[in-house]
């Protein structure tokens, strides 16, 4: 696992295009909708944790489809998964690296970003730290999808069969935001993020393990 992550770090650092696609389009995401809303202070407040949160949902999934692709077309990825527990390796290393590359700078950004939804600085902070818990169960879900549609063409079914999933994630993470911004206690909305980021970890690297079995197959 960790020779394929290093691998795959190297390889994001080689293609720094694809790592930055998915910020720039987070950034541009939230910074259109204050202008499309208006200059409201109160409407900014009560729209900014949803739409952040939607945007960054949405920036992981641009670049979530090719997260094997590239190992299945030149045969790297059939070798990895015939090796004892390969597969799991595999899946590990991928997501960690994706979340790495993706996730983590969101979570950076998103406080910058959040300070023109006029949001309180201990919202920022909930806000900081629900996408710290809440993105690697985005990209243990996308990887889940990934594996699921490997090798089919057209990338909306990955949609399809992510988003519905990503819900719990997405309310339970602006929900928290949203509690910080009204004064009102975060620590049930930030356990039920947590629940559903350890959920993930436990249930999800094997069935992708098992979904690229199956693919390789």
Do not use: N
Not at 7 to 13: G, H, P, S
Not at 54 to 70: D, G, I, N, P, T
Not at 140 to 158: D, E, I, K, M, Y
Request: net charge neutral; hydrophobic share 60%; aromatic share 6%.
């Amino acid at each position: 696992m960790l020779a394929l992550l290093h691998r795959d770090l190297l390889l994001a650092a080689r293609r720094p295009a694809d790592a930055l696609g998915p910020l720039v389009f987070f950034a541009l995401v939230t910074c259109l909708f204050p202008l499309a809303i208006g200059p409201d202070p109160a409407l900014l407040a009560v729209l900014g944790p949803g739409v952040i949160w939607v945007a960054a949902l949405l920036a992981m999934l641009l670049s979530q489809y090719r997260l094997f692709e590239a190992d299945l077309a030149d045969g790297s990825l059939e070798q990895a998964v015939l090796a004892p527990g390969g597969a799991l390796a595999v899946v590990a290393a991928k997501t960690l690296t994706h979340w790495l590359s993706t996730g983590a700078p969101l979570v950076v950004a998103a406080p910058l970003l959040a300070l023109q939804y006029d949001l309180a600085p201990t919202a920022t902070g909930v806000l900081a730290l629900a996408l710290l818990i809440g993105t690697p169960a985005l990209s243990l879900l996308g990887a889940f999808g990934a594996a699921l549609t490997l090798g089919l063409r057209g990338h909306v079914l990955l949609a399809l069969i992510v988003l519905p999933l990503c819900v719990p994630t997405l309310i339970f993470g602006s929900g928290a935001t949203t509690a910080a911004q009204q004064g009102l206690a975060v620590g049930p909305q930030l356990s039920l993020l947590g629940a559903a980021l350890l959920v993930s970890l436990v249930t999800l690297p094997w069935a992708t393990a098992a979904a690229l079995r199956l693919a390789v197959e």
